[in-house]
């Protein structure tokens, strides 16, 4: 071989040394781990984002869970101060309820009779109507007494009378008519009872 010859294998040589390192698949290969063990450390990284994925899922649902119980209990609170403000609204208007029924049991029967007073009689009857048609579009119910033994739950007994053939504690008469909202007493029946 000549000179030349020689000196142009060297080349070559050394452009396949250069060509080869610049390769990837040249460059780790003597330090590159088995290709076993480069899917070993995928699965595990694949099972550790899984875990992550799975705890992440269960922190959305634990607040998901969270934020419907505080949306249901802030209805539940919202429709209990509804009610409470109806009830404690009617408990102040029945007292005038309680005059407009007075009024008409007490007016005199001559001034019944009379044509001047008839319109004023029946603007007050209406009044009356009218509002125990309001009260009754809100649920409010008169408690039924007359006739009935007392119960404590819907009845406060103010008096005790002699009433020949009522057996006792049945209620003879209705002092204060008693409400209720659904199941809710609002004003106990004020009522005399038979001893």
């Not at 030349?4 to 452009?15: D, G, M, N």
């Not at 509804?82 to 309680?98: C, I, Y």
């Not at 049991?105 to 009379?114: K, S, V």
């Not at 579009?137 to 819907?154: A, P, R, T, Y």
Request: charged share 35%; proline share 4%; hydrophobic share 35%.
């Amino acid at each position: 071989m000549t000179k030349k010859e020689s000196h142009h294998q060297e080349e070559i040589q050394e452009t396949m040394k250069s060509e080869a390192g610049a390769r990837p698949e040249a460059q780790g290969a003597g330090n590159e781990t088995s290709p076993a063990a480069s899917v070993a450390d995928l699965e595990a990284e694949l099972a550790s984002r899984n875990e992550q994925i799975e705890k992440l899922r269960g922190e959305l649902l634990r607040r998901a869970a969270e934020f419907e119980n505080f949306r249901k209990q802030k209805e539940r609170e919202a429709a209990l101060s509804a009610s409470r403000t109806l009830e404690n609204n009617v408990r102040e208007l029945l007292p005038m309820l309680d005059d407009l029924k007075r009024l008409m049991h007490h007016i005199p029967a001559e001034l019944q009779a009379m044509a001047e007073a008839r319109p004023f009689t029946e603007g007050v009857e209406l009044i009356r109507k009218n509002f125990c048609t309001w009260l009754e579009s809100k649920g409010v119910k008169e408690i039924e007494s007359k006739g009935k033994m007392l119960d404590v739950n819907f009845h406060e007994a103010i008096t005790q009378i002699d009433a020949p053939g009522t057996e006792p504690d049945t209620i003879v008469e209705d002092y204060q008519t008693g409400y209720t909202i659904g199941d809710r007493v609002i004003r106990h029946s004020k009522v005399i009872v038979a001893r």
